[in-house]
């Protein structure tokens, strides 16, 4: 049994990222194993933190005195060797340390929280306190009754923790200070009981004490055999004291069985047997050998909406059962999992497992333990769920591929896609791309034969795709229209709406008016932390900035001037509704968008109305563009097409046209054929016209020249170096010692890697919660030599105390540069 181990420490920032060794105590070592989290000393102050091990036995180079793991937190291991090996990967190609990607990787329930406490020595007595206290306040806190506080309760009264006070009467022996880990969420437990003596005795002993009460405990564990406190309570009538004192007497024992939070469900659809059509046939046949071929592979399922890819993934995942292992599906948005939800929990059961940020923590919880268990076999969940301890992965797939959602923005900055390949690689597994519009990426790799492209050119069940009308909304306004709904799509929806169809409006704006404008001078409402105009929201007559969340009461005059004619500027899914209720009075409009689902559930009740048919007009974001499916929706209306066509960003194109062609492909996805209305000032566009006839191929083609023209990505990778700090000069200080020292390294030691440096140039949004932004941009191709390049920057970086007030990280191609 090994006396050392290599831990990963969460204490260490980039600069001194590495794996530590640590000597394990006699009494720890049957406890620690790869996977399992410890607390150890770290530091010069020998504070201790958290830890994960990573692997057994030493480094033999190490020239440093080894320190002794603490405690040990888990009781088995948390990551796999899977899981660890992923972490590694993620860590050298990321940019960041070891314990961020495995935080990451598990749930927030697992997570630990340091609890600092101070003690009042049992010496001190209320005077001597009383009296310490006038030279040190802090000692206020406590009391006679209270002789012990947290350090966040003394932070609580202070504004801050008043360290120096604390380490002075610690130091003195006036206070005593302690640590602990205590972990965020617990495991879900319930009492049980059983008979602990033969059933006639126990019988017997109820009838001697002549109570009725007695007996039908004793007659529900005959003939249950064991039960929960609730259900025995339930079924007898008993009551807690009851129970105890049946215990105590010897007649039941009683115990802690652990249970799972489960999400809520609706009541379940039964399970459909389905055939597949001719295509979905032809394209199941296909894959099944890559998934039986014991190897990583990789397909793309390219198929138009309503095509039928669901049916296809189901096939799929149940052969992956029948081989004995498991299957991942991701899924972009929580508003798709309710309906996707509820297909899978049909077809498999209880063997389905949910992750997604919806749940409570403690849900989220539980489904992770059941997956690791093997309990759960088929997970679906949003992006972080590509991360689930799957037992024997065989499955992995990315409905809606393409989205910018599979992308992490915040540490560590992977791409679900990324991260699906690796652990495809890693586990011989099969990762299937599915999307009616494949990312730019993802169709060129299949168009170079890095694997197969499988193609759903019909829609299933004979259904036709919707017919699509381009509406010029040019000209309008100087004829007097000025209505969101312009008279095409008017027309459009009063005839959906007289047949007794349902429609979706797509506007990507939530809030009443996109800002506020002075009609005298031309104030706008500015956030005072970021960079941004404020949107106002007409439900609560508040502006709300999208970036911080700040918000304020809209002002009845113009601040600068004084003027009282303020006037809304744009268009929001606020104030569509309130115009949709003025010209459609009879029917009923649901809205959907941030503001409407924030609360736990609302995505699944507001689709169970729609499919029920209590909502005639679904109103919302790009929530509504995607992975719906409604029998009754046959009129898809979009009201801004252009809003973010010309945005200022290499990806601008191909997402307009992915959420025009999926937000279309919503209608008529049954035997009515659907209709389109796109409201566009530039009908002539070739991403709207190539979207109008959802014609990927043709829009792929031009995109990929521009992509080639621009080096962006797949023609060429991007790592963009962003720098943040509350001073804008320190931002750009920063980032030209960056770049000097990049260039510097590129001309001598990376000679053989050189590549521009472009920058430093403003972010989107240059200031975001006072922090201001720019980065430098390096369009290089993926490999060792850039890793040790970039990586050895940002460690020069990190450890230069001259910039210690700025934050710089990388990211390897953003969805915004």
Known sequence: MQSVCRVAVSAANYAFDRLYDYDIPEELRGQVQPGVRVIVPFGKGSRTCEAIVVRMGCDPKSEFARKSICCVLDAEPVMDAHLLRLAAHMCSTLFCTFYDCARAMLPAGLWFRRIERYTLAEEITEAQRAQLAQEHPVLSVFTRRKRTATAKEITKKYGELPAEQ?????????????????????????????????????????????????????????????????????LSGASSEVLRAMVKKGMLYQWEEETFRLPEQEELPPKQEYVLSPQQQAAYDRMEPLLLSGHPEAALL??????????????????????????????????????????????????????????????????????????????VGTRSAVF???????????????????????????????????????????????????????????????????????????????????????????????????????????????????????????????????????????????SVSMTYHSVNHRLICHYCGHTEPLPRVCPSCGCTHLKTDGIGTQRLEQELHELFPEASVLRM??????????????????ADGKADILLGTQMVTKGLDFDNVTLVGIIDADQALFAQDYRARERTFSLLTQVVGRAGRRGTQGHAVIQTYSPENPVILNAARQDYERFYEEEIEVRRALQCPPAAQIVVLTASAERERDVLEALVAVKARLESLMAGQFADFCYPVLGPAPAAVVRVQNRYRYHLSIRCPEGRRRRELIGGVLREFAANSKFRSVALYADINPMQV
């Open 302 to 379: 390219f198929g138009v909406t309503g095509s039928g890819k669901t049916q296809v993934y189901l096939r799929l995942i149940e052969r992956t059962l029948r081989e004995g292992r498991s299957a991942i599906v991701l899924v972009p948005e929580i508003g798709l999992t309710p309906q996707l939800i509820r297909k899978f929990m049909a077809q498999f059961g209880e063997i389905t497992a949910v992750l997604h940020s919806a749940l409570s923590v403690g849900e989220r919880y539980d489904s992770w333990k059941r997956t690791r268990s093997g309990a759960a076999r088929v997970i």
């Open 166 to 234: 604390l380490n002075a009467l610690c130091a003195r022996g006036v206070l005593t200070f302690s640590s602990e880990f205590d972990r965020r969420v617990s495991d879900k437990t319930v009492t049980m009981y059983g008979l602990a003596m033969p059933d006639d005795e126990a019988m017997r002993l109820a009838e001697c004490g002549r109570s009725p009460v007695r007996m039908e405990v004793v007659s529900a564990l005959m003939h249950e055999g064991t039960l929960s406190r609730h259900d025995l309570q339930y």
């Open 388 to 530: 689930a301890p799957a037992q024997n992965l065989g499955l992995l797939i990315l409905d809606e591929e393409q989205d910018d959602a599979y992308k992490s923005e915040n540490n560590p900055r992977y791409h679900a896609r990324d991260v699906a390949k690796y652990r495809a690689m890693q586990e011989n597994a099969l990762v299937v791309f599915g999307s009616a519009t494949p990312s730019i990426e993802t169709f060129y790799g299949a168009e170079i034969g890095k694997y197969p492209m499988l193609s759903l050119r019909e829609r299933y069940a004979g259904a036709r795709l919707p017919e699509v009308t381009i509406a010029d909304m040019r000209g309008l306004t100087r004829q007097g229209y000025t209505s969101a709904v312009g008279p095409v799509l008017r027309q459009a929806m009063d005839t959906c709406l007289a047949e007794g169809h349902q429609c979706i409006l797509f506007l990507n704006r939530r809030g009443a008016a996109r800002q506020v404008v002075c009609t005298a001078c031309g104030w706008t409402p500015e956030c005072p932390s970021c």
């Open 593 to 610: 968008d941030a503001d409407t689902t924030g609360t736990k559930g609302a995505h699944a009740k507001l689709l169970a109305q729609v």
